[in-house]
């Protein structure tokens, strides 16, 4: 069965709740306390994790919507999109508040001589640049080269990713169950990617 108008209505009504809900619990935990020895440090990785959930999920809409038949989720995928740059915002807003104290020289030091800063640095601004095209009025001015762009979210997951796992210091488990699941997003996109090993 497929689904409805009215039932991507209700998906995204689900979405805007389970982040108003994370939301919720985090500012929970931060005012009960409860983040542990270094708040800071889990705080960040909290939200890091949470924007790069959202990720994967606006990528794993594509396989289902192949593999279920279910064209009207591609109605879902922006919206998936859009909460993953809102996280990854406030996951870089805490990094250079609470961490940096506003040391903005610093943060650009960091950036630069940490690799695992500059990967998540990289996926930021991709991500930032496909919230800004994803405005309707954006996207046909931008025409084809629109979806030449977009292509690149599978370049985000992979490093963010990538930062997630080079950040962990210890615990890998959890860092490896996400380069797994984001190299399985990707193989779905094998084409692209021999595509480009063609072209160059």
């Known amino acids: 069965m497929k689904i409805s108008v009215r039932g991507i209505f209700y998906l995204k009504v689900v979405i805007h709740l389970s982040a108003i809900a994370t939301l919720t619990w985090l500012a929970y935990l931060v005012d009960q306390d ?6 800071v440090k889990e705080l960040t990785h909290f939200l890091g994790k949470t924007a790069l959930n959202f990720l994967l999920l606006s990528l794993a809409i594509t396989p289902v919507i192949k593999r279920f038949k279910q064209p009207l989720l591609i109605r879902v995928r922006r919206l998936l999109g859009l909460y993953s740059f809102a996280w990854v915002s406030l996951h870089l807003l805490v990094f250079i508040w609470l961490d940096l104290q506003w040391e903005f020289l610093l943060f650009f030091d ?22 800004i095209t994803s405005i309707t009025a954006i996207k046909k001015k931008m025409k084809k080269s629109w979806l030449t762009l977009h292509r690149f979210v599978y370049w985000a997951a992979l490093f963010a990713t990538i930062h997630y ?11 490896t ?15 692209y990617f021999r595509t480009l090993l063609k072209f160059r």
């Open 165 to 175: 796992y080079w950040s962990v210091k210890s615990g890998l488990i959890e860092p």
């Open 110 to 131: 960091e950036v630069i001589k940490r690799p695992y800063l500059s990967f998540g640095a990289v996926a930021l601004i991709i991500l930032l640049l496909l919230s």
């Open 34 to 39: 409860l983040l542990g020895a270094d708040p």
């Open 177 to 191: 169950i996400y380069l797994a699941i984001c190299f399985y997003l990707l193989s779905e996109r094998k084409q």
